[in-house]
């Protein structure tokens, strides 16, 4: 392989943690070894470049964490590196501990974060896409999103046990800010009678004619699924409001939350983690730089960061059609 003049590479996790991030640590970590390449872990993200939290890291470093979650070098969101002095502070860091390339797990901030620092000062990266929500351009799946996937389905299953037993209708909220990945699949894998996501144009009338069709047809529970950023409401504003349509409902509410970022990662996402980890230690050493490395039908692929960053993956319809079905 090619060696354009990358003898140490750096490697930090940055914005919400995910279940696999340890995973592409390891998977990073161990293909500079494989390669004879140095390699430096940056705590705390960007905060770590900028205060000099960095530390050389060997093949023996991340044994044992292929199946923890969260993240061994620990991320944050941090402010000052938005500002021009903090990236200067951080650029100097790099030049001390003399590291060529840097690869920046995490999601679209800070791949744009990334991105601007290597327009300013010139120093090579590469994005690997670790979110729960999915919705990374360039990639078809992210690390994190099974695992959450299964999380939230193994929830629910848990909570249909219970509104069944006590002809409840519960509104289950699922994470999803801006997408609605996990509320769909997960919805369909639990045979929830809605759904509700950011990307569809839901209205009240339509949950409340679902729920009577599900009460003629003999149901005697149901789960609605929502996900955070619907624009409906929250689920506590939809209970209040089904409660009014329906008095005679016993109505409640269960918000999953940060249970969907923890967990021992799923093997789907072990396996896209180590894909991924390994392909961008291989990326920068063959020139790559200002691209997210990801997964597309099966084969690695590398996609533009700024095309990471503007576009979203979108909503399979043919899902949403399934859903529909299997709802009556």
Known sequence: MADFNIKSIGVLTSGGDSPGMNTAIRAVVRSCAYYNIKCIGIRKGFEGLINNHMSELDARSVKHIINRGGTM?????????????????????INYNKIDGLIVIGGDGSFKGASVFYKEFGVPFIGVPGTIDNDIFGTDYTIGFDTALNTAVEAIDRIRDTATSHNRVFFVEVMGRDAGFIALNSGIASGAQDILIP??????EAMFQSLEK?????????????AEGEELGNVFELAKETEKKFPDYDVRVSVLGHIQRGGNPSCMDRVIASRLG?????????????????VRSNSTVFTPIEEAIKKHNEIDKELIKIAEILAV
């Open 73 to 93: 070098l620990q991320t944050a969101r941090c402010q000052e590196f938005i500002t021009k002095e903090g990236r200067q502070k951080s650029f100097e860091n």
């Open 199 to 204: 990307e569809t144009k839901d209205s009240l």
């Open 214 to 226: 599900s009460e003629h047809s003999g149901k005697n529970s149901s789960i609605i699924v929502v």
């Open 278 to 294: 390994v392909s961008a230690v291989e990326g920068l050493l063959e020139g790559k730089t200002n691209v997210m490395v990801g």
